[in-house]
């Protein structure tokens, strides 16, 4: 009798044609991008241990890898918290260089650090609210809200000073040049900051009542808000997280430099938003993962790494960023049609 | 009375000539227009030939924002384009030749043609969303520029060229015509022919207007064309402006100051109906915004906060919640007033 239905159960799978593969992949359609992310990376680490003979996975390559990309995987952090509710952040670049001059500025004027970092973070946070406001409360497209926000920034960086300010305090340096060793091994306190978000942000994004809002929210916020969620507390939390990451990977890249600089981070909302896509979270929002975008960014630093290994211009890093956030929009498209198909 | 005030254009038109008359208040010479060699000059003939560029990515955009779309790409089609042109110019035996810079201009339009079809491309036939589909042309364009000019900043000294950003034509600004010309030929199109309410129709409901026999893919694919050939006439004025070709510098922001004039003037970026009257006018005001910024001896380099001003309080005037709010304070004050009226009858 069990082996019947077994043998009955085998043949309606078969009829339907699903081996357990598609069964997976039809269960955690949302997870593919991201698992398509990780695939690439690794056949980035493969292809770059080939090309260079054995000389790509070593300890202080990757262990570079992240000390280098702290700050995109900080913003990346905050920025898939604004997509996942179906927004955007534009102004993160410069967000990011109005709170690390500011922060250059201040430590350089004599204030204490214990005065200066907690600025930095609230001027970001506060920058990253007033776009919330607008977008929740007037109806802004989110577009053009962190337009403003982005303007407001870069001209706020420039208005704190035109040119760059070096940075002598020993705090600020020590986040960048301490390396905590294991080994070949090594890792910085700004990349223990970089982890240390990503893992808060997937703690709160998965585990929270927040975080399930946020998630929510981007598949339907009209549903959202019917199932009585709090809609606008989420939405504007998004965006001050958000911005409280610019914050957060000003103050890294003021130490990742030793100089604040007013120029610093033109067009870097663009390769977070890159990462993040890449990574696997959809911009109609709702679908992705923190995990994922740390995947993202480090596709994107692997391929920066990769093209100066081989010395090629840097012209190349632009074009080949931009072809894969293609490659990946497509094949998410793919997969959204596939699933409304199935609707 | 009413109609005018009620008129899309009314507050745009409004904040143009507030604009204007606090320059003229603040320094007279502001309005002066001054005849030289049967040549135009003033503070306000720099402002036109200046918002050629953005005049015409401006129109672009607008037509793309019709159809509920937005086009990223503008600047680094701008940077394209002017790669292209001065590459050819500089490749070539003879820079001053009047034919070897109109083959040049040709050429590098036709390019912008190229990418711009390729962005309605992604857009209209393989269904990405707007501004991802341009973001991908946005970051992978200023590689294509910087290969084309091979990393390095490429500068000709050629007449004809630099005649197209700094020359004149029947006493005015040559850019300025450039920019003149498009706003007449588009609004010709858009408004004299079907073209405009189609593309309306489309940006309001795209499926909807499929059903009704509206051909929304042609229309989105040819938005994004016009786009894009505009973008690279821009990139041909920058390029001529500082003579040469700055893969890193051309149009950097434009898209965003486009988006911001397509907004002032009154289109919604929601899509449906535009107005290329408004855009216009939203374009003169950035630039007089800009002028009046410099003026007032702030570095350009910080400017960008008084944009930033600009947008919030342009998109908080324009939201509903605002107007809700404002018409329940009159309707509050009225009941009110008309109460008190009644306690004095009575």
């Known amino acids: ?343 | 009375m009413t109609a005018i005030y009620k008129h899309r254009l009314f507050w745009p038109i409004v904040a143009l000539l507030t604009l204007i008359v606090v320059n003229a208040v603040a320094r007279p010479q502001f309005i002066k227009i001054t005849m030289r060699d049967g040549e135009l000059y003033g503070p306000l003939i720099s402002i036109l030939r200046e918002s050629a560029p953005l005049m015409l990515v401006a129109l672009g955009m607008t037509i793309v924002i019709a159809t509920r779309g937005i086009d990223l790409s503008v600047g680094a089609t701008m940077a394209v384009s002017g790669a292209v042109a001065l590459t050819i110019i500089d490749g070539s035996d003879d820079p001053g030749n009047v034919g070897t810079v109109l083959i040049a201009c040709v050429v590098a339009v036709l390019v912008s043609l190229v990418l711009g079809a390729w962005n309605g491309f992604l857009v209209s036939v393989v269904g990405i969303q707007p501004i991802i589909a341009t973001l991908v042309l946005m970051l992978a364009g200023r590689g294509v520029a910087l290969l084309i000019t091979g990393g390095f900043i490429t500068t000709v000294n050629s007449e004809p060229f630099a005649f197209i950003a700094s020359g004149y034509l029947f006493a005015l600004p040559f850019a300025f015509l450039i920019g003149l010309v498009a706003i007449i030929v588009l609004s010709l199109v858009e408004r004299r022919t079907a073209l405009g309410v189609l593309t309306e129709a489309v940006g309001i409901n795209p499926e909807a207007s499929r059903l009704a026999g509206v051909r929304s893919r042609s229309i989105i694919w040819g938005a994004y064309m016009v786009s894009g050939m505009l973008a690279g006439i821009a990139g041909l004025i920058y390029a001529s402006n500082i003579k040469a070709a700055d893969a890193n510098a051309a149009g950097v922001f434009i898209e965003l100051y486009a988006i911001l004039a397509v907004v002032l003037g009154g289109t919604s970026l929601n899509g449906g109906k535009f107005s290329i009257a408004g855009t216009v006018v939203g374009v003169l005001i950035i630039q007089t915004l800009e002028s009046t910024i410099l003026f007032l001896g702030v570095s350009s380099a910080q400017s960008p906060v008084f944009f930033a001003v600009v947008v919030v309080i342009v998109v908080i005037v324009q939201s509903s919640r605002l107007r809700d709010g404002l018409a329940a304070l009159s309707t509050r004050l009225r009941s009110r007033s008309e109460a008190d009226e009644k306690v004095e009858v009575a």
């Open chain 1, 1 to 343: 009798m069990a082996a019947m239905t077994m043998a009955r159960a085998e043949t309606r799978t078969k009829e339907r044609g699903e081996s357990p593969v598609q069964t997976f992949i039809s269960r955690h359609g949302g997870m593919m991008p991201s698992f398509a992310a990780v695939l690439i990376l690794i056949l980035l680490f493969i292809g770059g241990e080939i090309f260079l003979r054995g000389d790509f996975i070593t300890p202080r390559n990757i262990s570079a890898l992240l000390l280098d990309n702290a700050v995109l995987l900080v913003l990346a952090v905050g920025m898939t918290f604004v997509i996942l509710t179906g927004g955007i952040d534009l102004s993160v670049g410069s967000v990011m260089a109005f709170t690390g001059i500011l922060g250059a500025k201040m430590l350089g004027d004599g204030v204490p650090v214990g005065i200066a970092i907690p600025a930095i973070l609230l001027g970001g946070a506060a920058i990253g609210l007033l776009i919330g406001i607008l977008v929740q409360y007037f109806g802004v497209q989110p577009f053009i809200a962190s337009l403003a926000g982005l303007f407001l920034g870069r001209g706020l960086a420039y208005i704190v000073s035109l040119s760059s300010i070096k940075v002598e305090n020993d705090a600020v340096l020590w986040l960048q040049s301490t390396r905590i060793r294991l080994g070949d091994w090594y890792i910085t306190p700004t990349g223990i900051i970089a982890l240390t978000t990503v893992a808060v942000a997937a703690f709160v994004l998965h585990l929270t009542r927040f975080g399930r809002t946020i998630y929510a929210i981007g598949g339907n916020e009209q549903s959202a808000r019917l199932m009585g969620l709090k809609v606008g507390r989420a939405k504007i939390a998004a965006y001050v997280i958000s911005g409280f990451c610019a914050g957060l990977a000003g103050l890294l890249l003021t130490a990742y430099s030793g100089a604040g600089y007013p120029r610093n981070g033109i067009g870097t909302e663009l390769d977070a938003i890159a990462a993040v896509v890449i990574g696997g979270t959809l911009l109609t929002g709702g679908r992705g993962y923190v995990l994922g975008s740390m995947v993202g960014v480090f596709v994107y630093g692997t391929i920066k790494t990769i093209i100066n290994f081989m010395g090629a211009e840097q012209s190349w890093m632009q074009i080949i960023v931009g072809s894969l956030l293609l490659l990946f929009i497509v094949v998410q498209r793919a997969i959204v049609a596939r699933s409304e198909g199935r609707r």
